[in-house]
């Protein structure tokens, strides 16, 4: 692997930025956490999962995912009329979603509506009440339930 391949690489909440050092054939590299510090880490501790973060104990505390998820959320729509437009990316099939700092991929509509109306069980697909398929407002759809969705 060239230099450059690492860099940009995510493990957990750490992003490779740059290397720091080399030793004894050991590579050593600047990475920002989710938190926004920086720390050096080992390659081999990040790809074995041993370093997932920079010491802000950002991996162990669940209301800070959960408010991490729901500020990108906030961030990524737009009122149009009565329906909230989602402006983040969508899947082949047209589902928005985003990753999560675990680097999961979370459905918009599904956290929304497991999260506002009530908790959802099983597999699921929404269908549209206000007829706007760039809707995400979880009262403006109701739930089906279906097979699940294929991984890209």
Known sequence: MRLKDFIGQRFYFLEIIKLANMKNGVYSFLCKCACGNTSVCKYNNLREG???SCGCG????VVKKSAYTDEIIKRSIA???SCYIWLGPRDKQG???IYNLSMKKIYILEYLYRKQVLPIKGYCAFKSNCGNNRCIKPDHHYVTFSEPKESI
């Not at 950002?58 to 505390?61: L, M, Q, V």
């Open 50 to 52: 041993k370093t997932k």
């Open 58 to 61: 950002i991996s162990k505390n």
């Open 95 to 97: 589902d928005a979603f």
């Open 79 to 81: 009122r149009e009329g």
